[in-house]
C-alpha cells in the first residue's frame, strides 16, 4: 500500500499567526519544526497501519519548509514545488492507494479558520463546477483524477469540516479549534501528535475494509471560476486565452482535472504578476 501525504503550513499544530508560516520570519522556524513533527506522526501512523510506502509533498509557500534532517526515514520527500507539475499533489499518480492532507486550511472568506484562504491571498473565492471549494477541493480533484481517494486531514476544524462536507467520511485531526482568522484553542504537540497518529492508522484500516471515502472524481467539461480581490489582478488574470470575465471573476473549461489544475495554477500566477 502507497500513501501520499500533502502538508501544508497553515493547519498545522499551534499556527495562528502568518509570522508562523512565513520564511523571512524568525517564528517561522519553531512551525517549521512542529510541521515536520506533525507529518512525522502521520507517516508513523500510516506504517502502524501497515503501509509499505509513504511519498511526503511540502505544499507550503516554496516547498521547502520540512527539516529533511528530522523527518521519517521511511518516508521520501518531494521538496521545492515551485516549478514542478502538480505544485502540493507533486507526485500524485495511479499507483498511490490514498492521500493524507497534512496541515490543510480552510478556504478563503471562511469563518473561524485560521489562516484561511485558496491558493494565493489574491483570490477570494473559487468554484470548481459549482462547488464553492478550497486547496482541499482542488488537491483532492486531482487525486480523485488519477482514481486515488483523500482519506485523512489534520488542521483546524473548519478545515476538517469543509473537507468532510465536500469528500464525505475521511479521518480527520483538529488540531486547533479555530475562534477566527488568527485566533485559536490549541492542542500541544504532544496531544495533537497522538491524534494524527490516530486518525493516520484509522485511515489505513478504512482503505483495507473498504470504508474509506471514494474518489472526488468531477465530471468533464470541468469549469473553474476564481475570484480577484482586485480588478488589477483580474485584468491580468483575464490574458489567459479561452478565459471569460465577469466582474473580479475568471472562468476557464478544461476537458480533464489535470488540465484544469495546470489552468488554475496559470491564472493565479497571471494574477500575481505586477
Ligand atoms: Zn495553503
Redesign the pocket.
Known amino acids: 500500500m502507497k500513501i501520499l501525504i500533502s502538508c501544508?503550513?497553515?493547519g498545522i499544530t499551534g499556527v495562528t499567526s502568518w509570522d508562523h508560516v512565513d520564511p523571512s520570519h524568525a517564528e517561522y522556524q519553531r512551525f517549521r519544526h512542529l510541521m515536520t513533527c506533525d507529518v512525522n506522526s502521520a507517516i508513523d501512523g500510516a506504517f502502524a497501519g501497515g503501509v509499505d510506502e509513504v511519498l511526503v509533498t511540502d505544499?507550503?509557500w516554496n516547498g521547502s519548509n520540512i527539516l529533511i534532517e528530522e523527518l521519517d526515514k521511511r518516508a521520501k520527500l518531494n521538496s521545492g514545488i515551485g516549478t514542478s507539475q502538480y505544485s502540493?499533489m507533486q507526485g500524485i499518480d495511479d499507483s498511490f492507494d490514498g492521500v493524507f492532507f497534512i496541515g490543510?486550511?480552510a478556504r478563503a472568506c471562511s469563518e473561524n479558520g485560521i489562516l484561511d484562504?485558496t491558493?494565493s491571498t489574491n483570490l477570494n473565492n473559487v468554484w470548481l463546477n459549482d462547488n464553492l471549494i478550497g486547496?482541499y477541493g482542488l488537491n483532492a480533484a486531482l487525486a480523485g483524477f488519477f482514481g486515488v481517494p483523500v482519506v485523512m486531514i489534520s488542521g483546524d476544524q473548519t478545515a476538517c469540516r469543509q473537507t468532510r462536507e465536500l469528500l464525505g467520511d475521511l479521518e480527520i485531526a483538529e488540531v486547533k479549534y479555530a475562534s477566527g482568522r488568527h485566533s485559536a484553542l490549541c492542542l500541544p504537540p504532544a496531544e495533537s501528535q497522538l491524534l494524527i497518529r490516530n486518525a493516520s492508522i484509522k485511515a489505513i484500516g478504512n482503505l483495507r475494509k473498504g470504508l474509506a471515502p471514494k474518489p472526488y472524481v468531477v465530471q468533464s467539461p470541468i469549469q473553474i471560476t476564481i475570484e480577484l480581490i482586485s480588478s488589477d489582478m483580474a485584468d491580468r488574470a483575464g490574458r489567459l486565452p479561452g478565459s471569460q470575465r465577469v466582474g473580479n471573476k475568471i472562468s476557464f473549461a478544461s476537458q480533464d482535472m489535470a488540465t484544469a489544475y495546470k489552468t488554475f495554477r496559470a491564472a493565479a500566477g497571471l494574477a500575481s504578476l505586477s
Open positions: 501544508d503550513m497553515e505544499g507550503h502540493m490543510y486550511h484562504h491558493w486547496e
